[in-house]
């Protein structure tokens, strides 16, 4: 009688521990996977800041504005320029170096919002509103309706951040095939 006493409470004690065993890596593991979502959203001040004019001058954005600026750009632009490439010019993607090189350069935010309003052929020779997407078409190029100079900011701002946060998978890497 009395060893059945013991071993029923042995049993319990065996049962809890294995219980806590298996919790204690689950508890772990959400704690790894929530502590590392929150480093991998933790982009540096020096990621957040990017050219604001041809002039040198910069601007910081924060974490929150850069978020916005993708997913307006997801929306109005990404059927062409998803993950900084232009599908149907792959010549003209938007990566800095491409970017940079255009005439005149477009690797900062007033050149970006510019040419989100009435944007250039490469050499800035002539304007491609009726081909691209921009608020002067905005007549044939419905979606650009929806944006106003806040978005227009935040979009650009989102296409000089994420070369710096994704490193060369934006725009594809294509200086390197
Ligand atoms: C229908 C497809 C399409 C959509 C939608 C589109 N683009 Fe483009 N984009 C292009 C093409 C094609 C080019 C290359 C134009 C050229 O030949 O100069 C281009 C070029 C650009 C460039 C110049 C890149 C460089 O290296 O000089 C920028 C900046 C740009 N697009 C931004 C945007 C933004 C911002 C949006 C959303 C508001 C957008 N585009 C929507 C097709 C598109």
Redesign the pocket.
């Known amino acids: 009688m009395a060893s059945t006493l013991f071993t029923s409470a042995l049993r319990r004690a065996l049962r809890a521990t294995a219980r806590t065993l298996l919790a204690l890596p689950l508890a772990l593991l959400l704690c790894l996977g929530f502590s590392g979502q929150a480093t991998a959203a933790q982009w540096s001040t020096d990621q957040l800041t990017v050219p604001a004019g041809p002039d040198g001058s910069t601007v910081t954005f924060t974490e929150q504005e850069i978020k916005s600026g993708r997913k307006l ?1 997801n929306t ?2 990404g ?3 998803a993950g900084g490439i ?4 792959q010549n ?3 990566d800095p170096e ?2 940079a090189l ?1 005439t005149p350069s ?1 690797d900062n935010l007033e050149a ?1 919002v510019d ?2 309003k009435d ?1 250039t ?2 050499d800035g020779e002539y304007s ?1 509103a009726d ?3 921009s608020m002067r078409s905005s007549d044939i190029f419905v979606k ?1 309706r929806d ?1 106003d100079d806040e978005d227009l900011r935040l ?2 701002g989102y ?1 000089l951040v994420a070369p710096k946060v994704q490193g060369i998978q934006w725009g594809g890497g294509k200086i390197y095939f």
């Not at 232009?86 to 010019?89: A, D, F, L, Q």
């Open positions: 750009f109005s632009c059927e062409c320029h232009t599908k149907t010019n003209v993607g938007l491409t970017l255009a477009r970006l040419y989100i944007p052929s490469y491609i081909l691209h997407p650009m944006l979009m650009a296409i």
